[in-house]
């Protein structure tokens, strides 16, 4: 199982802990196999619903419907995930990334597609680039991966799409999402007000502290670890948490787009895209 932490016991607002259970599995659309699965109950007592536990699986095969287990043996096989998400102008993520390649071993790669063929054929690249490339600026890059390792090979759509999550959580690398535009607009507008639909770019940033192998768990080098401590310190000194712990904002991109601390609880979202790479 994949997790942060084992999940606490349920109880309901009426102040019942007994429910019934029904688990939603998810399956892979092209092999046989669970991808993930939610854990759903109704209230004995008062009939409320509740979703309980949602969690990525990655098993080759129907076993776990055919033969459900009624214990798990093993409850604390899990990965360590850590997850962040802010609003960064580009030339401030660019310096993130420029900051951990002067103070630790790791090397920035990217993967990016470029067009061949007449531009009828897309390649996409796992590659290591120089940091002063300002990688940044390329409008076609999906994901900057900072690794203790240079990659360079040729990948396909399909390796993005069903094999680039488990690499990640694998290898000793951090996953830099390219940024998603997010528009914010004020929940009560009045009629003279101008410009009231503000929009950032957040970055999804996120990483594994552990890996699993022969079904034990096993923590990633010393190395990569102390390139993670860096991250976090960099982002702990150069970023604010309005809103929330998981998320580390630019000071200066905070207030742009929120006009004062916590005034994000008076705004909406309005729409989102994603930069990652369509069929």
Known sequence: MIGNKIPIEKKCICGNYIFNIFMNYKLYPDKEGIKSYTVKGTCKSC????????AELKINSLELITTPLR???NPNLKYDIEEYFGFFSRSEMNSLV????????SKTNLISRSKVNNESELLYYLEYISVYDKFIQ??????????????NKII????????????????EVIIILSPRGVDFIKKEIKSNEENSIK????YWIYYSKTFIKNNKVFTKSDEFLKIVSILKEYLKINSVSFRGHKYKDSQNEYFRLFGEKNSHKKMKFHRSFSLKPSQ
């Not at 009939?47 to 949602?54: D, G, M, R, T, V």
């Not at 396909?156 to 290898?171: L, V």
């Not at 929009?199 to 957040?202: I, L, V």
């Open 156 to 171: 396909d759509y399909n390796w993005i799409s069903k094999e680039f999550e488990n690499f990640w959580m694998q290898n």
């Open 98 to 105: 420029e900051y951990l390649n002067d103070h630790s071993n």
């Open 71 to 73: 214990i798990c043996e």
């Open 138 to 151: 390329k409008v076609d890059y999906h994901y900057i991966i900072l690794s203790i390792e240079k990659f």
């Open 199 to 202: 929009t950032g770019e957040e």
């Open 47 to 54: 009939l409320a619903k509740k979703n309980f536990y949602q």
